[in-house]
T-cell receptor, first 116, second 110 residues
Framework: DTGVSQNPRHKITKRGQNVTFRCDPISEHNRLYWYRQTLGQGPEFLTYFQNEAQLEKSRLLSDRFSAERPKGSFSTLEIQRTEQGDSAMYLC??????????????FGPGTRLTVT | RKEVEQDPGPFNVPEGATVAFNCTYSNSASQSFFWYRQDCRKEPKLLMSVYSSGNEDGRFTAQLNRASQYISLLIRDSKLSDSATYLCAVGRAYGQNFVFGPGTRLSVLP
């Protein structure tokens, strides 16, 4: 399967614990995005990378959240000291962006986080 | 006002019907427009890009109206398998993140 993959698919954790999610984008894609989605809402942007550089972070990304893409391939999203409000589906997407042209983002299956 | 808005529905239509959804956006500098389909508890899947000239893919037609700042999706001859949530996505600049609407739920009934 050459699509975007995410691990784990489900994570249940207790409030206050740290969690880390991984995303493997489509191999030739240079941009990687993290979104969060709660029930009844569309995905909300968190952050994105161009290769290994983190180019933008949303105001939603509090200091408890950190994301990395160390070698420009896979990315990790860590949430420290989880809160119940962090419960959501965390989606990763990737795209190939060349110059100024229309592009598409392809999503992985997501990691569903439940904080108890 | 939210940056991207959609009627959440649900739209309940019989098989074979034609249904249309609109999505409005507030940022006039937006550059890219897409429709995604999302099944329950699954990831969004790209349905189609939306171009100024409009585009068609089988039973699906998407259009962009920059003057009025909305995009539309028309589904002809609805199938049961079209039941899903349809998300519009707007890109502020090439390569940047998308802003999604809340989605419109469609149920196609036998």
């Amino acid at each position: 399967d050459t699509g975007v993959s995410q691990n784990p698919r489900h994570k249940i954790t207790k409030r206050g614990q740290n969690v880390t999610f991984r995303c493997d984008p489509i191999s030739e894609h240079n941009r990687l995005y993290w979104y969060r989605q709660t029930l009844g809402q569309g995905p909300e942007f968190l952050t994105y990378f161009q290769n290994e550089a983190q180019l933008e972070k949303s105001r939603l990304l509090s200091d408890r959240f950190s994301a990395e893409r160390p070698k420009g391939s896979f990315s990790t999203l860590e949430i420290q000291r989880t809160e119940q409000g962090d419960s959501a589906m965390y989606l990763c997407a990737s795209s190939l962006v060349l110059a100024e042209s229309s592009y598409e983002q392809y999503f992985g299956p997501g990691t569903r986080l439940t904080v108890t | 006002r939210k940056e991207v808005e959609q009627d959440p529905g649900p739209f309940n239509v019989p098989e074979g019907a034609t249904v249309a959804f609109n999505c409005t956006y507030s940022n006039s500098a937006s550059q890219s427009f897409f429709w995604y389909r999302q099944d329950c508890r699954k990831e969004p899947k790209l349905l189609m890009s939306v171009y100024s000239s409009g585009n068609e893919d089988g039973r699906f037609t998407a259009q962009l109206n920059r003057a009025s700042q909305y995009i539309s999706l028309l589904i002809r001859d609805s199938k049961l398998s079209d039941s899903a949530t349809y998300l519009c996505a707007v890109g502020r600049a090439y390569g940047q993140n998308f802003v999604f609407g809340p989605g419109t739920r469609l149920s196609v009934l036998p």
